[in-house]
């Protein structure tokens, strides 16, 4: 039953006017309501109240109106309220917000309805029109000192949707409180500063349109200087975990803010991935559309230019929507790196091609949640280069670098024609292709031979070639190099090439004449576009640039330069208003934000940045380190480290897990190895590998300081290891055992493909980072030298050997004739060191050589004063001896050791002169090994190296199989194997 109290709130001749109505139908009146004498009538139903808001009656597409009819009424229930937009669809809501994509004039009618059946309209008229452009044009931006005069002019800027007799009105704020209402104006500013100048422009309908420009007026540029990395440094290797260490200094203007930013960047270019939305009339960019994780490799614009869909390595396309740059849908098609993008004639439909010879059709609209139709169209045997639409949208063309075209039949992916590129029998890559607009049979394609080729799709042969032209021996006509691009004119008898020799090129179709060069480009030319008119070809240069040329002259109207990095795409859209450009940029990462929206950074001190964020690669992914200072008064000045940075994986703990650093011909790396601090559990080790060396080679290798990135040659407790590609030992260095200096030539003695660096520490310290050079055929052999050995048997005063307290050493002297032990002790030298370039001599026969030399000592007291009160011990000992350092190449050809007799008659108890000879000199041979580079080895009884062998065994030799190396001087685990013959044949050479 409905309220009766609503009849009160009717106006009064409404009262009248359902008087009779009611004494029909009310129940109890006894009057019958259809002559049936039943009586079942009701109270009067009264149609709904429409109230219908919008927040917007006018606006640019795309326009978001919100509407409400929440302000209606009704005597009873609104059970229905049908929105109708005007333009094609409708909603239910009560409170719907509605897009309008396109311009025009729109009638929105709400219609009510109530639970009577009782209707009622009400309609709004909403206007959607597109936005004025305004164009700001200067003769200049920057002045040295105030005042300065500058010439403003915004004649240029225009409504696209202008109706004849329609006229824009100017307002000009120059941000230092003048405001002017002129198109031309000249203004000067009386003080030093930076002005943002504003043009707003305002249209017939009253829409606004508005652009800005930076004026600096007597403002010091700043400027940022790197001081480290050091600028003589070229490459720094980096693994995810590694600190990269920077320090700057900059000059600013007293008082004024400033804000420090750091990163890395792949392509020293401000500009990330992006796609440059500009006006080809005017030059002014007005967006860069951005998202991807990637250089961008393809772009299109819808048919309408509503639509720019981009692609890129990242394996992702973007849609925008081209009138408000807004990122519309990210689509995700699981195809990897994709390289080519397409929409259809009509639309619906776009294309894309992937580097792994995948082409697939997709829906466009954009409320598909899978958009795939089909992604059957087989046949590339290399990754897609370019890909297009036929005119009648029926055919589908792709290109490959393999050197293949393929014609495809969109309906059903049927392969109809392929058209394979070859030059002297060798597979041509395929850059570009294009259907020939005003011939349905025909087909044209760039490709890396310089040439363009015309095909027939009726037999797959060439109707003709646009191609280099010689006379007598020279090139008279024609690309130098790779042909990266081609465009029609919409007329068919003219194509465009693009070329890497920097030219682009016009050439008749019919008779393949070259009509013209354009020439300007300082780097390749990658893409080529033509205006809808045919007057204009655009072409998009290796730098950045977009040149936009006269077609009939080829002179240059304008430059557009968005970004500093190739432009690989070109289009226009077919009014001529709109114009993109697809820019092949990496994207920075910033490094110094923590939240990443950005807190400012004190280059001036040292500054670790975490790396943790930055992608790497096998081999290192390559980037450059940037620092920029940015103030509210000037553009940001940005510098860039000279070095380029290798990220690469994880260094590892063994040399199977060990990234490969980049190196090549004479080439420094810095390698910044994670800062593992001493209490991180083991392993601590940080393996990489350098790649190949050839006999020759010389290795240049230090330690490094950070975050100096200086060269030392000392380390607290470090440890240096370097294997060849067999994990066979070259060379080690430790803290205080081991020689190690600034002069080391380390001369690779043979071939190896991988040669690999072991750094860590004694387990007290942190891992130091290294400085690596490789001079590639430093001497056409290897470094073996001869090396002299004199055995000193007589006494010696203030001997002093490992830091010892300086002893006397008495004259040599052991049980038996003492001649018969010396000469035995020649012998077995002699015998050991028969197969590498040694000689012999002693005291006994001839005097101290020349220097250099290895001196060997004996101390054969019955008590070792060493040992009494040279602070030794025997667990000091090397094998019954103490040698003063080891030189793992033999670089100094020098060094001192002595054999103590008292461990070695303790431990063997050798009978007779020759056993003692025999003893002493292979505890002799054992030193001598540690002075020229060997370790001593764990694993083979008969190796004059091991650790715990018989001395009194004759079968002692040095082992050339390969042997485990004892556990390092400070504790450290070695890893590989000591090879002692291939070593000792590479430090001292044969005889």
């Known amino acids: ?64 109106v919100r509407f409400s009819s929440s302000g209606s009424t009704d005597d009873g229930v609104i059970v229905e309220r049908r929105w109708n937009f005007g333009d094609g669809t409708e909603s239910l809501e009560i409170s719907p917000t509605h897009i309008y994509q396109s311009t025009g004039t729109f009638t929105v009618t709400l219609t009510l309805t109530d639970d009577e059946g009782a209707t009622n309209s009400e309609t709004v008229e909403i206007g959607v029109t597109e ?69 707003t422009v305002t249209d017939a309908t009253g829409i606004t349109g508005s652009a800005t420009v930076i004026i600096e007026v007597g403002i010091p540029v ?76 393809d772009a299109a614009f819808s048919p309408d230019g509503s639509r720019l869909l981009s692609v890129s390595d990242d394996g992702v396309a973007l849609l925008y929507d081209t009138f408000t740059g807004v990122l519309l849908r990210r689509y995700l098609p699981a195809l990897g790196s994709l390289r080519a993008v397409a929409f259809s004639p009509d639309g619906t439909q776009f294309a894309l091609g992937a580097a792994d010879g995948t082409v697939a059709l997709f829906d466009a609209d954009e409320t598909q949640t899978n958009p795939v139709v089909r992604s ?60 020939w607009p005003t011939n349905p049979d025909a087909v044209a394609t760039a490709s890396v031979d310089n040439r363009a080729r015309v095909w027939s799709t009726i037999d797959g042969e060439i109707i003709q070639q646009l191609a280099p032209v010689f006379s007598g021996g020279e090139q008279i006509a024609g690309h130098t190099d790779a042909v990266n691009a081609l465009a029609f004119t919409s007329d068919g008898l003219q194509v465009a090439t693009a070329s890497t020799d920097g030219t682009a090129k016009l050439w008749d179709v019919l008779t393949g004449e070259e009509l013209r060069t354009f020439t300007g480009h300082t780097d390749g030319v990658f893409s080529v576009a033509f205006s809808p008119d045919n007057l204009q070809v655009l072409t998009g240069g290796g730098v950045g640039e977009v040149r936009i040329w006269d077609l009939a002259s080829a002179s240059l109207v304008r430059e557009v330069q968005p970004c500093s990095s190739p432009v690989v795409a070109l289009d226009v859209t077919s009014d001529g208003a709109l114009a993109f450009a697809g820019i092949a940029a990496e994207n920075d990462i910033q490094l110094d934000t923590n939240p990443a929206q950005g807190n400012d950074l004190n280059l001036t001190l040292p500054t ?62 810095a390698v910044l190895l994670p800062a593992i601090l001493p209490a991180t559990p083991a392993p601590r080790r940080q393996v990489f590998d350098i790649g190949p060396v050839e006999t020759g080679d010389r290795i240049e290798i230090s330690l490094m300081t950070t975050p100096g990135y200086g060269d030392t040659f000392q380390f ?33 003695g043979h071939d190896s493909d991988q040669f690999f660096i072991a750094l860590d520490n004694n387990g007290e310290d942190l891992v130091p980072s290294a400085r690596i050079k490789i001079t590639r055929g430093y001497t056409s052999q290897d470094r073996a030298r001869r090396q002299t050995v004199f055995l000193q048997f007589g006494a010696t005063e203030d001997f002093a ?116 000879g025999l003893v002493i000199g292979n505890a002799a041979a054992h030193q001598i090994g540690l002075l020229t580079g060997l370790r001593p080895t764990n694993g083979n009884a008969n190796d004059i190296m091991g650790a715990a062998n018989d001395l009194s065994s004759a079968a002692l030799a040095f082992d050339p199989g390969g042997l485990p190396v004892l556990t390092g001087l400070d504790g450290v685990t070695p890893i590989g194997n000591q090879n002692a013959g291939q070593l000792l044949l590479e430090v001292v050479g044969t005889p």
């Not at 600028?231 to 420090?260: C, K, Y």
């Not at 607290?716 to 600034?742: I, V």
């Open 716 to 748: 607290d407790g470090y440890s240096l290891l370097m294997l060849d590609d067999q994990e066979s030992q070259f060379a080690w260095y430790q803290d205080g055992q081991t020689l190690f200096t600034r002069n080391s030539e380390l001369i690779a």
């Open 131 to 199: 936005q004025p452009i305004a164009v700001i044009s200067v003769d200049d931006t920057v002045a040295n000192a105030a005042p300065a005069q500058f010439e403003f002019d915004g004649s240029g800027s225009f409504d696209p949707d202008a109706q004849a007799g329609d006229v824009l009105t100017y307002q000009w704020d120059f941000g230092d409180g003048t405001r002017v209402t002129d198109a031309v104006v000249t203004h000067t500013f009386a003080r030093a500063g930076t002005y943002q100048v504003k043009l």
């Open 376 to 435: 059957d169209y087989n046949g590339h045997a290399g990754a897609v280069t370019s890909i297009t639409f036929s005119p009648d949208n029926e055919r589908l063309l792709s290109g490959d670098d393999n050197g293949d075209a393929i014609l495809f039949r969109l309906i059903n992916a049927e392969e109809l024609a392929r058209f394979v590129h070859l030059q002297g029998g060798d597979r041509q890559a395929v850059l570009d292709v294009s259907f």
């Open 801 to 916: 050997i490992q830091n010892s307290v300086p002893v006397d050493l008495d004259a040599f002297d052991v049980p038996g004739d003492d001649a018969t032990v010396k000469t035995a002790i020649i012998a077995r030298l002699n015998a050991l060191l028969s197969a590498y370039d040694f000689e012999v001599t002693s005291s006994d026969t001839s005097s101290p050589p020349a220097e250099p030399h290895i001196t060997m000592y004996f101390d054969t007291a019955a008590t070792s004063d060493i040992l009494l009160r040279g602070e030794k011990s025997l667990a000091d000992l090397f094998q019954f001896g103490l040698p003063d350092f080891l030189d793992p190449r033999n670089e100094t050809l020098t060094g001192s050791a002595v054999v103590i007799w008292e461990p070695l008659n303790l431990a063997t108890t050798p009978a007779g002169e020759a056993e003692i």
């Open 608 to 669: 670790a940045f975490d790396l943790s964020g930055v992608p790497g690669a096998v081999g290192g992914a390559e980037y450059t380190f940037w620092a920029e200072i940015d103030t509210d008064r000037t553009l940001p000045t940005r510098t860039y480290s000279n070095a380029t940075i290798h990220v690469v994986p994880a260094f590892g703990t063994t040399a199977a897990s060990a990234p490969v650093v980049p190196l090549g011909d004479d080439d420094e790396v």
């Open 222 to 297: 700043p400027d940022i200087e790197l001081r480290s990395p050091p600028g003589d440094l070229s490459n720094i290797v980096v693994s995810p975990d590694s600190p990269l260490w920077a320090h700057a200094v900059f000059n600013v203007e007293a008082g004024v803010p400033r804000t420090i930013r750091a990163g890395l960047d792949g392509d020293q270019d401000r500009c990330d991935a992006s796609t440059a939305l500009f006006d080809p009339r005017t030059g002014e960019i007005f967006e860069l559309l951005e998202g991807h994780d990637n250089p961008v490799q």
């Open 1 to 64: 039953m409905r309220n009766p109290h609503s009849l009160a709130r009717t106006g009064l001749a409404a009262i009248l006017l359902v008087l009779p109505a009611l004494l029909i139908g009310c129940p109890g009146t006894g009057v019958p309501d259809d002559g049936s004498g039943t009586g079942t009538g009701g109270l009067f139903n009264l149609a709904p109240t429409v109230v219908l808001t919008s927040d917007v009656v006018r606006g640019v597409a795309p326009l978001t």
